[in-house]
């Protein structure tokens, strides 16, 4: 399963690529063919990749580290702390299929933005919660986002989630990528014990996981 989604995505990017190309014969231009980039930290990067996998408009997830100091960190020293970096995923989504908007919605909507201390049962600034804006635009988006669920008395706790400006990230080991995928029982284990799930739930009530067409 995993191979084959690995090769759907290449011929889906490869896809756009070349329609970005040829797409002034069809009386449209490269820029209406492009993709774009999110990035989120979410706490668990096999959850937070699962969970954008599930979204209609995302095209490819990446789990890796940013928004730290350290060069080439690892698994290892992300975990241990020190190194600044957060488990993140980076997302490439068709804009003309979803909106940069509607992927910080539905990221408000899968983890507990009122958490500083990390997510669920997992501890640590590793493992907080963080949105990395690739742009200015999805800076102002993200911010205004964040306001609008504050001031809308939905959360009884502030949102605690920053909005930074995006740094160099780092693709997580191989191990890591689909691991929901790879390794389905452990995966759903760790997901339940966790309480990840029941967690967002209890937060959201029936907006819990809104955009997500499974998980």
């Not at 979803?98 to 539905?106: H, Q, R």
């Amino acid at each position: 399963m995993s191979l084959l989604k690995s090769r759907l995505r290449r011929l889906t990017l490869l896809f756009f690529a070349a329609f970005a190309g040829v797409a002034g014969f069809a009386g449209m231009s490269a820029a209406e063919a492009k993709t774009e980039t999110a990035i989120f930290a979410g706490g668990c990067f096999w959850c937070v990749e699962s969970d954008f996998d599930h979204v209609p408009g995302v095209l490819e997830t990446l789990s890796g580290y940013t928004g730290g100091t350290l060069e080439n960190p690892t698994y290892r020293d992300v975990t241990a702390g020190g190194s600044g970096h957060y488990e993140a995923v980076k997302i490439t989504f068709d804009p003309a299929k979803t909106s940069y908007a509607t992927l910080v919605d539905i990221f408000w909507r899968s983890v507990n933005p009122t958490d500083a201390g990390g997510q669920f049962c997992d501890r640590g600034a590793s493992y907080a919660t963080a949105i990395f804006a690739t742009t200015d635009e999805q800076k102002t988006i993200a911010e205004m986002s964040k306001q609008d669920l504050d001031t809308s008395g939905k959360l009884e706790a502030a949102i605690v989630t920053p909005i930074l400006p995006a740094t160099e990230f780092y693709a997580a080991e191989d191990y890591h990528q689909d691991y929901y995928q790879k390794n389905p029982i452990r995966y759903n284990f760790y997901r339940t014990s966790c309480r990840r799930d029941a967690s967002v739930e209890a937060l959201w009530g029936d907006e819990a996981h809104r955009g997500i067409t499974e998980h």
